[in-house]
């Protein structure tokens, strides 16, 4: 059985729960976004998935093995993490930084791709122009394009991305969710964390919506992502609207009850 | 009036000059790496036979040159002319030589690891305290008169002294996976102010040989580096060097944060206890019998920076050429620049490190607005 998946995952910091009880599947040929509004467990979900965190309760499966029995650099050429933060120690140049995700290939066969590999990271992820220069002063865009590439480079059959959008204009955004989707389309396996609720609808074949630590809803993007449901995880009126022309949900704020009481006061 | 979309998707190839970018910085640092090898090495051969040569004993070039050739069995060039040349140069020179090297190339080695797991450009053995930690120990087996490993002793105490400073830094500076600068280099003042009081202690402890030997430590100096002490000290800094080496591709890794470089299958905190035990291994073997000379860790590794790149293989392997070579250099003027005086090498690095630790200090400041 291949792709990620986490059985009856429990995970408390002191006393405070943070995820009870929370299953899902990452499954190949798929995008599963993981939304819900802050501090729902999303990150600590992805942590978990990731292997960073040892749940308190729960079990997760990569390719039908339980993490604890898999080596790191074995574990690091079935699945890339892309993390929220990119911070690099010392100046190295973005190529460098890329070229860093071939490393759980050394000393094996696929490490003669590296050159071809590293290339097609740059150009799905239009880092050319920045790769001789330092990590340090790329713009927060830049940095996060260059930690996707290399998150491409490890060329692993699941991608684990927390929020690669956050830093991103909107072009960038279209172009990694894009690359995603390309992802699962040639059989990987991805989750992905997000905030914005249209792009999860636009390019995600399933949902997981978390809310408190527990699982509110999974299924399609038209299933979990209703008006009523949005309005009550995120605590705030939410319209679910089709694109005129597409027929795209497009997801926003209602912003009619809060501009009324403005108006009252 | 309608504009026409331009698709980003997919993305194009981008223009040859572009990617050309990229392949040319990257052989452009490699032939720059070759050509520092190559300059450090003849440097350090060069040196060799300047340092050899000089001295109260002025031995000529030709002669240093045909006594190194005749030892190992070519019958090339003039003996040293000197009755006491021969003797001279191979039970005092060479041997203060080859301490030089492994003095130097373990400093600048281990506070080029030391940078790399702290993830921080200010962490070196003598900044954070790890030399006198080392030296602490050492001196206390000099005047317990401690003797449980021979010739080994002190530089056992010494590594001993310097693990437990490495352990006791690295535990106090940390917090949630990273030191901050201001917090190592605060623990770094603790740490040397506890030290310096200890030695001070062992100093009063002691009798007058043995605060002699303590003062002599401090300051720090390569006079009477005899063979034995060379035996016992350089397999500790070949041993250091070599695992720093095969570790330095890991330390790259590491450079992106915990949490990357595990996510790249690197076993961060056992990476991290082994480079401790290192850097104990290459301070203990400078400290053991030459005492604490100091900032040959911070300056040597940023000056190699700024000409390879912050890849450590490169970063480690020329740090370990340079620092051998700088302290060829300083060892050769501590001896020769005040007549019958062999001047302490310690100062002289401090004096030279000192003010260089400001220039960083400040030129930080300006670019990055200072360290976090």
Redesign the interface.
């Given at each position: 059985m291949s792709g990620l998946s986490a059985h009856g995952i429990t995970v408390t910091f002191g006393r405070r729960p943070v995820l009870s009880e929370v299953s899902v599947e990452v499954r190949p040929r798929e995008v599963l976004a993981l939304v819900g509004p802050n501090g729902a467990g999303k990150s600590t979900l992805l942590s978990v998935l990731?292997?960073?965190l040892d749940p308190d309760e729960g079990e997760v499966l990569l390719n039908g093995r339980p993490l604890a029995q898999w080596?790191?650099?074995?574990?690091?050429?079935h699945r890339?993490?892309l993390?929220q933060?990119h911070?690099?120690?010392?100046?190295?140049?973005a190529?460098?930084?890329i070229r860093?995700?071939r490393?759980?290939w050394?000393g094996l066969p696929e490490e003669d791709d590296d050159e071809r590999v590293v290339?097609e990271a740059?150009?799905?992820?239009?880092t050319?122009?920045i790769?001789?220069r330092p990590f340090?002063v790329l713009s927060g865009g830049e940095k996060a394009r260059t930690a996707f590439a290399?998150t491409l480079a490890?060329r692993t059959g699941i991608l684990l991305l927390d929020e690669p959008t956050a830093a991103l204009d909107i072009?960038h955004q279209?172009?990694v969710l894009?690359q995603a989707r390309a992802h699962a389309n040639l059989g990987g396996a991805v989750a992905v964390v997000l905030h914005d609720l249209s792009l999860a609808a636009a390019w995600a074949d399933r949902v997981v919506l978390l809310h408190g630590g527990r699982l509110a809803a999974e299924g399609t993007p038209a299933d979990v992502l209703t008006a009523p449901l949005l309005s009550l995880v995120y605590d705030y009126p939410i319209d679910v609207l089709a694109h005129p022309a597409t027929g795209d949900l497009l997801i926003v704020p209602d912003r009619r009850a809060s501009t009324t009481e403005e108006e009252t006061a | 009036m309608t504009t026409t979309f331009q698709p980003r998707l997919p993305a194009g190839r981008e223009s040859d000059a572009e990617t050309a970018g990229d392949d040319a910085a990257v052989r452009r640092r490699r032939r720059k790496i070759t050509v520092l090898y190559t300059l450090l090495v003849i440097g350090l051969a060069l040196m060799t036979v300047v340092a050899s040569g000089a001295g109260q004993l002025k031995i000529p070039f030709d002669e240093v040159l045909g006594s190194i050739a005749h030892r190992i069995g070519l019958d090339i060039g003039p003996l040293p002319s000197h009755p006491r040349g021969e003797f001279t140069l191979w039970n005092v020179r060479f041997s203060r030589i080859a301490m030089a090297v492994i003095v130097g190339a373990s400093l600048a080695v281990a506070g080029a690891v030391m940078q790399g797991i702290f993830g921080n450009p200010l962490a070196e053995p003598s900044v954070v305290g790890v030399s006198s930690g080392a030296a602490v120990a050492a001196g206390a087996a000099i005047v317990f008169s401690l003797n449980f490993a021979g010739d080994w002793t002190i530089a056992a105490c010494a590594f001993l002294g310097g693990l437990g400073t490495t352990l006791l830094v690295y535990a106090l500076s940390r917090s949630e996976g990273r030191t901050e600068v201001v917090t190592l280099v605060l623990t770094g003042i603790a740490v040397n102010a506890v030290a310096g009081a200890l030695l001070a202690m062992l100093m009063f402890l002691g009798d007058t040989q043995a605060r002699e030997s303590i003062v002599f430590w401090q300051l720090g100096s390569l006079n009477g580096s005899r063979w034995p002490y060379v035996w016992v000290v350089a397999p500790l800094a070949v041993v250091g060097i070599a695992i720093s080496l095969f570790c330095a591709r890991q330390l790259d890794l590491l450079s992106l944060g915990e949490r990357s470089a595990r996510h790249l299958g690197v076993h961060v905190e056992r990476l991290r206890i082994l480079l401790i035990v290192v850097v104990a291994l290459l301070t203990a073997a400078a400290v053991s019998f030459c005492g604490i000379v100091a900032f040959v860790g911070l300056v040597i590794p940023h000056l190699v920076r700024m000409v390879t790149g912050p890849g450590h293989v490169a970063v480690v392997t020329a740090s370990a050429l340079a620092g051998a070579l700088v302290l060829i250099c300083a060892d050769t003027v501590a001896r020769t620049a005040i007549p019958y005086t062999d001047l302490p090498l310690g100062m002289l690095t401090s004096l030279v490190g000192g003010p260089f630790f400001f220039w960083l200090l400040r030129r930080t400041r300006r670019t990055a607005g200072g360290w976090a």
């Open positions: 990731s292997g960073d080596r790191l650099r074995e574990m690091a050429r890339a993490v993390t933060e911070k690099v120690s010392f100046p190295f140049p190529g460098d930084v860093m995700g490393s759980p050394r290339e740059m150009t799905a992820t239009d050319h122009r790769a001789a340090g290399r490890q072009g279209e172009t894009a | -």
